[in-house]
Nanobody
Framework: QVQLVESGGGSVQSGGSLRLSCVAS????????MGWFRQAPGKQREGVAA???????SYADSVKGRFTISQDKPDVTLYLQMNSLTPDDTGMYYC?????????????????????????WGQGTQVTVSS
């Protein structure tokens, strides 16, 4: 069973930075995509960034140029470096993983977003950005 554990959230002022980590266990295949999602209070969960099995990366338009997703494959650890944070980035951030076999779109973030019910999820880590 896949387990995902996020860490690194916290409270920062606008313009600050945070680095989120997600340690994965129970992943027995290399054919697994991973990504970050977030949910602000009163809003739907949205995709932030994702990495495909071939290393290709996709970002939400709202975070392009500010956030960087990366992956340490031997340890199956996923990271999200977040710079130039704004209050709009406030929310619970979730790590997610899914087999590439159930995805049918080329854009990995869009593909994962459309099948959220099939994703394995972490418990989330809270990010709060104050103005």
């Amino acid at each position: 069973q896949v387990q995902l554990v996020e860490s690194g959230g916290g409270s920062v002022q606008s313009g600050g930075s945070l680095r989120l980590s997600c340690v994965a266990s129970g992943i027995t295949s290399s054919n697994v995509c991973m990504g970050w999602f977030r949910q602000a209070p009163g809003k739907q969960r949205e995709g932030v960034a994702a990495i495909d099995t071939d290393g290709s990366i996709s970002y939400a338009d709202s975070v392009k140029g500010r956030f960087t997703i990366s992956q340490d494959k031997p340890d199956v650890t996923l990271y999200l470096q977040m710079n130039s944070l704004t209050p709009d980035d406030t929310g619970m951030y979730y790590c997610a993983a899914v087999s590439r076999d159930v995805l049918f779109l080329d854009d990995i973030l869009l593909a994962m977003t459309t099948v959220q019910s099939l994703l394995d999820w972490g418990q989330g880590t809270q990010v709060t950005v104050s103005s």
